[in-house]
């Protein structure tokens, strides 16, 4: 049986969200609180075959947030009901966690390999003081760039059909390095900037680095605090 969860966290004290031995992660938060919920109703998943292993619909990075990140596992049964054990796995995760739906998906359903497009979005902040209720999600900068520069650079090197391989951290698991993006746009609302992503997929740290471009002109890797996974779509 596969179990289809969209969930939602605020990255800051998480190293990522894929699992790293030893590491405070997003998928090992995940799969403890379903193994304590599961080991409540007598069920034991530690172990194969009914282990429980938690598969996101790709790696976000240490620092990053995601509003709505696809994951589906594979359960052996389901001892209550979707509504009943997202209310009961919420009541266990921490404060930084959250589940906002949970269902069950198609046998062949595959959170990572099933997706058709991602969408993330940028946020930046324009001051010359710290905004206290904004740091753990936007990037502070001290001036307005040129916004309609920004837009006509976005347009001409990112929309469309491109190998990104020189807006991206070199990954040995990225051995195709062509990507599709469909939407990059740039708004503002007031002292804010906000950056809207979609694509097919995207490259290690290859947003960051692309916003990077676009503020300051070069390739550098802006900080992971301003980015959020906003939708996935299947």
């Known amino acids: 049986m596969v179990v289809k969860f969209i969930c939602e966290y605020n990255g800051k004290n998480f190293k990522g969200f894929q699992s790293q031995g030893g590491k405070r992660t997003v998928q090992t938060e995940l799969e403890k609180a379903f193994i304590a919920f599961f080991a409540s109703q007598g069920l034991n998943v530690t172990e194969s075959p009914a282990k429980i292993v938690v598969h996101g619909s790709g790696r976000t990075d240490a620092g990053v947030h995601a509003r709505a990140q696809a994951c589906h596992m594979i359960l052996c049964s389901m001892p209550n009901t979707p509504h009943k054990i997202l209310c009961a796995i919420n009541n266990i995760l921490p404060d930084d966690i959250s589940i ?99 694509g097919n997929g995207f490259l290690h740290k ?28 299947y």
């Open 100 to 198: 906002k739906s949970l269902e069950i998906a198609p046998d062949d359903f595959h959170a990572r390999f099933l997706a058709r497009e991602k969408t993330y979005l940028y946020r930046v902040y324009v001051s010359s003081h710290r905004s206290p209720l904004r740091d753990d999600t936007y990037l502070q900068i001290y001036k307005m760039p040129d916004i309609k520069k920004m837009q006509e650079t976005a347009k001409q090197l990112f929309l469309g059909t491109h190998d990104f391989a020189n807006f991206a951290v070199k990954d040995k698991t990225d051995k195709n390095t062509v990507r599709t993006i469909t939407r990059f746009e740039i708004e503002t609302h007031d002292d804010e900037i906000w950056f809207w992503i979609t």
């Open 206 to 233: 290859q947003v960051r680095i692309m916003i990077g471009h676009l503020l300051y002109g070069n390739k550098k890797c802006v900080g992971a605090k301003g980015l959020t996974l906003w939708s996935v779509t």
